[in-house]
């Protein structure tokens, strides 16, 4: 017999069961079975079905007699919680990221495997691919591979046809795929977790208008054009300096790919040709290249007519970003909770799959989940 089965048999003993199958309250060790329904907000009977394996609850019932099981001492709490294990489906969750160079990826990797694994209405398993090559053919083609191993999928990728293509191969596979950080704009796309991009580009243009002693030209790095959350917070950083500061001169954006190498090398170009740049915003990847350029450029004396602080703002808390502030050459990051932002995206991903199975047919809503922003300074890291 099941080493399980047997635990059950035992603890189903003490319960004393009369002729009309209702259980009696007979004390289990320090706690009864009543006392367990009572603390859950359950019946009896419910209690009963779990323990002994009579018929399915619901993950969050069966999580919360688990809980009062435990609390109280209940001495078949162990037999309560593989039950709950055991009722909860196997999910095969997977995470398409960027770079794995980067510091934010690889936390949100990080995250996200935590939040997986902690799930509390499955037995996960996190897949976490990286990409180096941000090509829409090549994101589009690992969508494909990654999409074939999982349940469900998220991804981070530019709004392009050929990722929407992948997105439509997947969704006729019953693989649901949701858009990370940037948002896809394919009627297809199961949902969204990431910041309001809009107030990510006003706040950036609010600290470069605030902090900057004098009106001046101010850059901007993206990493390509065709992130929604990239284009959408470039312009709404030109909307707040038109508004508020129009003494300011955005220049046109610069393009990185998100490498580090192409960052550095745009702003020495940048501090040559504009030596009373004012500020810069890193809207994209990038900013470990923006920061080794600074000291360089001083050292080479291509600074040496500024007047007054170079004022920069970027994304994401990271190891690099963190130094930046701590060194002065950041004066603002506006990062994302990571935590929050891994939970969220599993739950919508538990609840889609969850929902595509419903006897009662799919009634999952497309996800969308905006994300509060963290902001740090050099004050307050």
């Known amino acids: 017999m099941d080493p399980l089965d047997t635990a059950s048999v035992d603890a189903a003993a003490e319960l004393a069961e009369p002729a009309d199958g ?9 706690a009864t079975l009543e006392d367990i329904a009572q603390a859950a907000g359950v019946s ?12 399915p609850v619901r993950g969050d019932t069966a999580e919360r007699v688990r809980a009062a099981a435990e609390r109280l001492g209940f001495r078949a709490s162990g037999v309560i919680a593989q039950r709950v294990n055991q009722q909860r489906p196997r999910r095969r969750l997977g995470f398409l990221l960027q770079r794995p160079a980067s510091g934010f990826y690889r936390a949100l990797g990080r995250a996200l495997t935590d939040a997986v694994e902690q799930a509390p209405d499955i037995r996960g398993q996190a897949h976490i691919a990286y990409l180096d090559d941000l090509s829409a053919e090549a994101v589009a083609e690992r969508m494909l591979a ?9 991804v981070v990728a530019a709004d392009h046809p050929r990722v929407h293509a992948a997105m439509a191969s997947l969704q006729a596979r019953g693989v649901p795929v949701f858009a990370l950080v940037s948002e896809l704009s394919s009627p297809l796309c199961a949902g969204f977790v990431g910041p309001d991009s809009r107030k990510v580009g006003r706040s950036a243009a609010w600290f470069i208008a605030g902090l900057a002693r004098t009106p001046g030209p101010v850059a901007i790095f993206v990493g390509t054009h065709r992130f929604q959350c990239q284009e959408l917070s470039e312009m709404s950083f030109r909307s707040y300096m038109r508004e508020h500061a129009p003494g300011f001169e955005v220049l046109e954006p610069v393009m990185t790919l998100d490498s580090p190498t192409m960052a550095e090398e745009a702003m020495r170009s940048l501090l040559l ?12 990847g990038g900013i470990e290249g923006v920061l080794r350029a600074l000291p360089a450029a001083r050292a080479e004396g291509l600074l040496a007519e500024q007047t007054e602080p170079l004022i920069g703002v970027a994304h994401d808390l990271t190891p690099d970003t963190l130094a930046g502030l701590q060194t002065g050459a950041l004066h603002a990051v506006l990062s994302m909770p990571r935590p929050q932002l891994a939970q969220g995206l599993v739950r919508g991903m538990v609840d889609a799959l969850a929902s595509a199975e419903s006897a009662t047919g799919p009634s999952h809503r497309p996800l969308r989940l905006i994300l509060p922003l963290e902001t740090w300074t050099p004050e307050s890291v």
């Open 22 to 30: 209702a259980p009696t309250r007979r004390r289990l060790g320090r």
């Open 273 to 284: 040709r504009h030596p009373d740049l004012r500020g810069f915003y890193v809207d994209g």
């Open 44 to 55: 009896l009977s419910t209690v009963d079905r779990l323990l002994n394996a009579r018929a």
């Open 146 to 154: 990654l999409g074939a191993e999982v349940d469900a999928l998220a």
